[in-house]
């Protein structure tokens, strides 16, 4: 079946600017993530939904960070006024049995 | 502060060679750990999870779990340069679907 996606792919911004980034996770997997990836950095959590529980909100870096997730499938992160130091790696993960998260492809986001 | 060490290498190994890879976490009551492969420009790619005490074989690999030491590691036999990424330990407090923390990697070299 198909994995998790994500896009865009890349994209680029200017500081200041707001940005939305997509995840469709795999059909009927519960839970999903978001981790962003900076350059030869681990991974670092931002946000954790759950079914309808209330989100794991508790690694977005700053109030610019917010993230949605609609009829508990199609997820989207939104960063307002963009930073330079926003630039990363952000990689959407889902799973269903607690047997570890299958990651997209990530999205490339260069903040100029 | 929950962490998950590992050393960041470069390992490198000749090809055929058994590559061992390790990882130690902080807290005590972690229930599950868990394995990525991630080569360059990639996003992390699942290849073993283990929940219980001793080994676990899955074809060339062999994750190892020792609880009352703290320590999982990943074992690869039969290395191959195909091999050649960055391998992540991650581990999770629960059984069930929350995020997992994840050590920043460690860079595997398998020379033909």
């Known amino acids: 079946g198909a994995g998790v996606s994500q896009s865009p792919s890349n994209k680029v911004t200017e500081k200041g600017k707001d940005v939305e980034l997509r995840c469709d996770p795999i059909?009927?997997?519960?839970?999903l993530y978001w981790y962003r990836q900076s350059l030869g950095q681990g991974l670092e959590f931002l946000i954790y939904?759950?079914?309808?529980?209330?989100?794991?909100k508790s690694g977005l870096p700053s109030d610019r960070f917010s993230a949605e997730r609609t009829g508990g499938s199609v997820s989207t992160l939104t960063i307002q006024r963009t930073q330079q130091e926003d630039s990363a790696v952000y990689l959407c993960a889902s799973s269903q049995d607690g047997g570890g998260g299958y990651f997209g492809p990530g999205t490339r986001l260069t903040v100029l | 502060q929950k962490e998950v060490e590992q050393n960041s290498g470069p390992l490198s190994v000749p090809e055929g060679a058994i590559a061992s890879l390790n990882c130690t976490y902080s807290?005590?009551?972690?229930?599950?750990f868990f394995w990525y492969r991630q080569y360059s420009g990639k996003s992390p790619e699942l290849i073993m999870f283990?929940?219980?005490?001793g080994d676990k074989e899955d074809g060339r690999f062999t994750a190892q779990l020792n609880k009352a030491s703290q320590y999982v590691s990943l074992l690869i036999r039969d290395s191959q340069p195909s091999d050649s990424a960055t391998y992540l330990c991650a581990v999770n407090l629960n059984s069930g679907n929350t995020p997992l923390v994840f050590g920043k990697g460690t860079r595997l070299s398998v020379i033909a």
């Open positions: 283990i929940y219980s005490n």
């Open positions: 807290d005590r009551g972690s229930q599950s």
């Open positions: 939904f759950q079914g309808n529980s209330a989100p794991d």
């Open positions: 059909s009927g997997h519960t839970a």
